[in-house]
């Protein structure tokens, strides 16, 4: 994988509902775990900064089709940008209807040494099922480890283990894929079977509990690189370990 100027964070959590207090929860985590980040702008038709002087209220009133609308820095030349959906229960594990937040920033040293408390602040603001921060350019790589065909081969080009689709998994507590930073709730860690200290004595090197309970796991002290030997070696025995990860196993609850 070549050098990424982007990092892109993911959790997929409950449907909002008439819960509208979430976005807000999650665009204070950001702010939390990144000093000096101010999402106080939206983007207009022509993806220009808008200032939202009553930021917290506009997000409240914002709240349409299960999301919110995108919120980012107001900082062109380093822009982070948050924004959330809906996704349908025809594509979402279960059958169920999903909160996605979706969140971009620059792929540099302060956003990698912050990545692992802005993924906390967004998935437990959201209370996510689980979710993932990530070079970008990792959904290509993602996308070749879906099984869409029962003929399929058994392992990737990367020789990675093949994942069933995300709509094909029967609950949402089970995670579809591993990346670089990865967030799974207390009950996604239970479904996996982790923290087994035996066995885990590695990952538990650079894993965090969450105040939830749920926990932040890190594959990898660099980001991600799929064509850095060691990194592909840690997502194989992490997968290996793990093969609920993706419906590949039952889960263990």
């Not at 603001?125 to 290509?140: E, K, Q, V």
């Not at 207390?186 to 066995?199: L, S």
């Not at 590695?202 to 690189?225: F, K, M, N, Y």
């Amino acid at each position: 994988m070549t050098k990424r100027s982007a990092i892109t964070l993911i959790v997929y959590a409950p449907a909002l509902m008439a819960d509208k207090g979430r976005p807000v929860a999650v665009v204070h985590g950001m702010e939390r775990a990144f000093p000096g980040l101010r999402l106080h702008w939206k983007l207009d038709e022509g993806g220009r900064p808008i200032a939202l002087p009553q930021r917290d209220e506009w997000l409240l009133a914002s709240n349409k089709d299960g999301g919110f609308p995108f919120v980012c820095n107001g900082d062109e030349r380093y822009p982070v940008t948050v924004w959330g959906m809906e996704s349908s229960g025809l594509l979402s594990p279960g059958g169920q209807s999903q909160f996605e937040v979706h969140a971009k920033l620059p792929l540099d040293e302060p956003v990698i040494a912050a990545a692992a408390a802005l993924l906390e602040g967004v998935a437990e603001g959201a209370r996510s099922f689980w979710g993932h921060a990530s070079p970008l350019g990792y959904g290509s790589e993602v996308a070749q480890q879906f099984r869409r065909s029962p003929d399929g081969p058994e392992l990737s080009h990367r020789g990675l283990p093949m994942l069933n689709l995300p709509e094909t998994l029967p609950a949402p507590e089970i995670p579809s894929f591993l990346g670089w930073v990865n967030y799974w709730s207390a009950a996604a860690a239970e479904v996996i079977g982790f923290p087994d200290p035996a066995r885990d004595s590695e990952l538990l090197t650079r894993a965090r509990r969450t105040p939830s309970g749920g926990w932040i796991v890190q594959l990898t002290e660099a980001p991600l690189d799929y064509d850095n030997p060691a990194h592909l070696d840690a997502l194989k025995r992490t997968y290996e370990r793990f093969p609920a990860i993706g419906g590949r196993a039952a889960p263990l609850s």
